[in-house]
């Protein structure tokens, strides 16, 4: 079992919400995932369309909502979003997302780390959106994060650990879970971030974009546990050299 | 609020290692990032005949992470009264040795001699005996040294959080304490009086000097007091506790392994040099970012053999005795020193072995206090 | 009365409350999330919460998102 900020999750597959054909597919497609935690973002009304709501179909006794900050641009953007969510029931847990950049939505680091400061201290459960920035997601834990999320590859680009070394790395240092997010395009992406030592995995686009969305949920589902099943198995380590050489200076000098 | 560092019960350090397998040693020899159990395999007795293979994969790491140097330093040893009575070690309370405090004066005659030499980086060591020398005095020293070496460790008691952020702003950059022996039984029976008989206390004082922002901390167990395999595993579990919850800091492990001393006390577990090889081995393999120390304690035969295998620094033309170095000695030893060469013909047998002795590693001027 | 939605100039009629305002947009309330004049209102207060000439409105609601 996972356990954030106190909650615990049975799935280490969480999911996005964006980007499906119809919230009827993304009803499916969660259902077959076995996510127990969704992202949800926050948008002005369409004034025009008050048909078109998320929350008609996701069941919130099903899946543990997960708000992110997604659009803003600045760190007071951001926590101005959290707020919001939070005001409006959507609990105090917080993605925080801040992508200034629309092309590459890569995240801001000196805001991301300004608005996680800010948000912890004003009672939030803080899951920041990073790149896979070792550096960064030790100074994101001094300030009091619940987990760090850092990026596979920029979002939506499906190329898998694109940052595998950096990602190595932060689950070492790691003293939150790290969940690793974005980028994941495939199943055996979601697996080898598991094998490697990653608490969870959140995937949206490579889901909600494929050909059939359900199947591929539950693809991710699959995938998911390999890859944490083999790494408490202990994986056997894959060797570089053929076969260990003596050191040149040889070891007789030892007594 | 951080949780202390605590050890899990430590009779069951050495059930671990007895546990490992060849395979569980293979599995350690070839993965990068190691965990405890790949630790307690590469200590088991199952890993000695892996020597070769730890050898090879530790020479390949230490020569990429640091380079092919090794940094030099020296002890200063600026008193050897002490209130303690710890069984193993000649300034113990017990032992009719002479006794010397220097005073700023020889200190500072000391630390040119060596300055002369070549020394750079040194290391204050004292006794415990706060009355006779506590932190006023090495924040004096610290004053008055700061600006002509590169940096300043002090070995020296147990001190407060608060202490060390003052000897921080007076210059000192690093603190080596040494548990002597992870094991909480052993540790009562060796340390009979005195505050260093509290082994909670000094358990915790690595986390309070790196709390203080301490550039660098120093860890250790005497080899000879215990059963070395499991005092290594329980140097791991300090050493990666340390690594997580003060991820700024610098840290170090120094090998201190049991020699002959005044009142005559022989290691209760023989450690051989293979042993201390292993031991030194698994650490590197373990934490690819340690530095390992290795003093003048051992011989110069081995000291040279070991250049590039994983230790970091060596001590050189070491004395152990306050006020030894600018005149002959004139009161105890702490150890006996087993390698007796000068400053100069350490660096030299570094060379030969084509490496950078590094005498100057760092400047206090870029030392923000 | 005049007031602003969601950057728009619309049509109100004065002393509506928040929640009959936007039940009368056609959205239920309860998924509505409301800042009035800058200020983010708590759910519990929207029926207590009285539109003024020229306030601003911004209507948000939680939308699929990664």
Known sequence: MLTIAGKTFSSRLFTGTGKFASAEVMRQALLASGSEMVTVALRRIDLNDPEDDIMQVLDRTKFFFLPNTAGARNASEAVRLARLSRASGGGNWVKLEVTPDPRTLLPDPVDTLLAADELVKDGFVVLPYINADPILALRLQDVGVAAVMPLAAPIGTNRGLVTRYQIEIIIAQAQVPVVVDAGLGAPSHAALAMEMGADAVLVNTAIAVAGDPVRMANAFRLGVTAGREAFLAGLGAASDQASASTPQAGLDFIR | ?369 | MKIIVNGEEKEAQSALSVSEYVTALGFDPETVVVELDGQILNRVDYADRRLTEGCELELIRFIGGG
């Open chain 2, 1 to 369: 609020m951080m949780d202390a560092f605590s050890l899990p019960d430590f009779n069951e350090l050495p059930q671990l290692i007895a546990s490992r397998s060849k395979d569980d040693v293979l599995r350690a020899l070839h993965g990068s990032h190691l965990s405890v159990s790949d630790l307690a395999a590469l200590v088991s007795p199952v890993a000695e005949a892996y020597l070769p293979e730890m050898a090879t994969k530790a020479q390949a790491i230490t020569q990429q992470r640091f380079g092919r140097v090794i940094q030099i330093y020296a002890p200063l040893y600026l008193s050897n009264y002490c209130t303690n009575r710890c069984l193993y070690c000649g300034f113990s309370a017990e032992n009719q040795i002479q006794r010397r405090c220097l005073t700023l004066e020889e200190v500072e005659d000391e630390a040119n001699t060596l300055k002369q030499r070549g020394v750079n980086h040194l290391l204050l060591v004292s006794g415990e005996a706060p009355k006779k020398m506590g932190v006023d005095f090495i924040e004096q020293v610290a004053l008055r040294l700061k600006d002509r070496f590169a940096s300043l460790s002090i070995e020296v008691q147990p001190l407060t959080e608060a202490e060390y952020t003052r000897l921080f702003a007076s210059g000192i950059t690093s603190v080596a304490v040494y548990q002597e022996t992870y094991d909480p039984a052993l540790y009562q029976r060796m340390h009979l009086a005195g505050k260093k008989s509290d082994y909670a206390y000094r358990l915790e004082t690595p986390a309070r000097a790196a709390a203080s922002g301490m550039r660098e901390v120093g860890i250790g167990a005497l080899l000879g007091l215990g059963d070395w395999r499991a005092e290594g595993l329980a140097l791991g579990l300090h050493l990666a506790w340390l690594r997580k919850h003060f991820w700024r800091t610098g840290l170090t492990v120094s090998f201190p392994r049991i020699r002959p001393a005044e009142g005559g006390f022989q290691a209760l577990v023989p450690i051989s040099e293979r042993n201390l090889t292993q031991l030194i081995f698994a650490l590197r393999l373990f934490d690819h970012n340690v530095g390992l120390l290795l003093s003048t304690r051992e011989e110069a035969r081995y000291r040279n053999g070991m250049v590039g295998l994983g230790p970091t620094r060596y001590s050189a033309g070491s004395c152990t005795a306050p006020g030894g170095y600018a005149h002959e000695d004139q009161s105890a030893e702490q150890f006996a020193v087993d390698d007796h060469r000068s400053i100069a013909e350490v660096c030299a047998a570094i060379q030969g072995q084509g490496f950078d002795p590094v005498r100057k590693d760092w400047d206090s001027c870029f030392q923000e206090f």
